[in-house]
């Protein structure tokens, strides 16, 4: 049985994982918005999800969010905080959270990928690092998206409500 150099394969692994997210990241911006819709799956809640609040309650997720870094990548869209109510702007933030969600999840599949070559007890440790580095980032994704529809929804009302008290004012 021949040798092999876990250390080794454990920084080939690394370098790969890291030349693929570069590649995603340069990819990224050109996948189209309609990949990318907040009601199909796999980026619509789930019932269990419970509008995002599950996150809040089991993940406590306020707690810790914050303190993540944010990549707004070569989208250079700011996903760090609201920055305005226009629905546009709303919906523009509701695909970028799809759009993080689904480059955290790849680079999770990626890992999957080097099964191929790694055998399994190293395969495992990098997975379990490819996990816990990607899943809080998911999970704040999946926490937002939500509350930023309801937001949406907010707006929506809001505007609504303008537009029917200034066509009550100009018929009077």
């Not at 969010?65 to 869209?77: C, E, I, W």
């Not at 760090?80 to 689904?102: A, M, W």
């Not at 490819?130 to 704040?140: E, K, M, R």
Request: proline share 5%.
């Amino acid at each position: 049985m021949r040798s092999v150099d876990l250390a080794g394969l454990f920084w080939m692994n690394f370098t790969v994982y890291w030349v693929w997210t570069l590649a995603r990241i340069l990819l990224d911006p050109f996948i189209p918005a309609s990949w990318l819709n907040p009601d199909r799956w796999p980026f619509r809640a789930f019932a269990w999800e419970d509008g995002g609040d599950y996150y809040r309650r089991v993940w406590h997720i306020e707690a810790w969010k914050g303190r993540l870094p944010t990549f707004a990548g070569a989208t250079r869209f700011s996903k760090r905080s609201l920055q305005g109510s226009d629905p546009e702007y709303l919906n523009q933030f509701i695909v970028e959270t799809c759009r993080g969600e689904s480059n955290h999840v790849r680079a999770i599949g990626s890992v999957v990928l080097m099964k191929l070559w790694t055998p399994t007890a190293l395969w495992v440790v990098i997975l379990a690092i490819a996990v816990a580095g990607n899943l809080p980032f998911i999970a704040i994704q999946r926490y937002n998206r939500p509350r930023l529809r309801r937001t949406l929804e907010l707006a929506g009302h809001r505007a609504m409500l303008r537009g029917s008290t200034g066509l009550q004012a100009e018929s009077a």
